[in-house]
């Protein structure tokens, strides 16, 4: 089956391979044990064992005593019983609520599309679109063709003359102090210069962490922005314009910075625009078929393995 993008559907089995899999497994064995006295003892004591590990390598870092339970409370068990079981199903239930969500995303009347980057549909015009562009992400310093993401990316903006502007979250520092940075040989605002140069008529946007490699060029404008800070998404929405062709997350490559971006993308992209998050890792894939299905109707998403990780990308259908 081909979806709307021109990419192959997987199919339920292949679907279900990878990391969804073994969450599978895992959730049939913990239930399964759950069932009688002698699998319960085992989980206690597996699960005493790890927390007394963690507990161990959290008092480490953070110099405290862990207070799972207290940190935790939306995963803590409303029941009564000793702390160290009732913490050690504290961390079970953070470990397995993302794939149980996932399941019963499965549940909903929206099928979620799961495909691979090499299966997109090509044309001749598209091919020379990624190659051109991806020719000029590397020029600059940027990885996206290293990871493939130019594929993509040629395919949605191959009416390039008509782009008219386009954000992205993630300069790419060369700062080793920050987080998510690319190695002091980066060169922060290399995939705005491409996009800039493939993009002739377009406005590029781009907003960063890192203050030090904020900058102006021709047509190009950054910003200060904290992913993990709604209020600083906010600032940021009220100094740039919306209609966006494009917004790209490849800042800080968390789910909750995520899906800050992804919220931010929705509000401000035009009717046939774009919003994709990259490099998102595999074990987070459960979160992103829960966020596929609860987008609004307008809205329709796409998850892509690639030959590095996994992006979701939506566009706004009207
Ligand atoms: C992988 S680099 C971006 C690479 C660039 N887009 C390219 O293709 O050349 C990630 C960037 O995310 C920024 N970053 C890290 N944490 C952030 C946060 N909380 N909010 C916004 N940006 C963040 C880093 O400063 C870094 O510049």
Redesign the pocket.
Same mark, same amino acid.
């Given at each position: 089956m081909v979806s709307a993008f021109g990419i192959k559907i997987l199919g339920p089995s292949q679907r279900a391979a990878g990391v969804t899999r073994m969450k599978q497994i895992e959730n049939k064995i913990f239930l399964t044990l759950s069932r009688t006295m002698a699998g319960r003892s085992l989980l206690g004591a597996v699960g005493l064992w790890r927390l007394a590990v963690d507990s161990f390598f959290d008092f480490l870092i953070t110099r405290r005593p862990a207070n799972i339970i207290g940190r935790f409370p939306l995963y803590a068990p409303g029941s009564r019983g000793p702390y160290p079981i009732l913490a050690a199903m504290t961390m079970a239930t953070i470990e397995r609520i993302p794939s149980l969500l996932a399941e019963l995303a499965e549940f909903s009347s929206r099928p979620i599309v799961i495909g691979t980057l090499s299966e997109q549909e090509q044309d001749a015009r598209s091919l020379d679109s990624s190659e051109r562009l991806g020719r000029l992400?590397k020029q600059?310093?940027?990885?996206?063709t290293r990871h493939g993401y130019h594929t993509f990316y040629g395919k949605i903006l191959q009416d390039s003359q008509s782009v008219k502007r386009v954000l992205?979250? @993630? $300069?790419?520092?060369n700062?080793e102090d920050?987080?998510?940075?690319?190695t002091s040989d980066?060169?922060?605002?290399?995939?705005?210069r491409a996009f800039r140069d493939f993009c002739p008529n377009a406005q590029i946007y781009g907003?960063?962490?890192?203050r030090r490699?904020l900058f102006k060029d021709d047509r190009i404008q950054t910003y200060f922005?904290?992913?993990?800070d709604q209020e600083s998404i906010e600032s940021l929405r009220g100094e740039i314009p919306t209609d966006f062709d494009l917004v790209?997350d490849? @800042? $800080?490559?968390s789910p909750d910075?995520n899906m800050g971006i992804l919220l931010l993308g929705l509000q401000i992209i035009k009717v046939g625009g774009w919003v994709v998050i990259e490099?998102i890792k595999p074990a987070a894939l459960p979160l992103w078929k829960v966020a596929a299905t609860l987008l609004p109707a307008e809205y329709e998403a796409i998850i892509l393995q690639t030959n590095y990780e996994l992006i979701f990308a939506v566009r706004r259908l009207r």
């Open positions: 992400l600059y310093g940027s990885d996206k992205e979250i @993630g $300069l790419g520092t700062n920050v987080i998510s940075h690319m980066g060169k922060p605002g290399a995939s705005l907003a960063d962490l890192d490699i922005v904290d992913q993990l790209i490849d @800042g $800080l490559h910075a490099d």
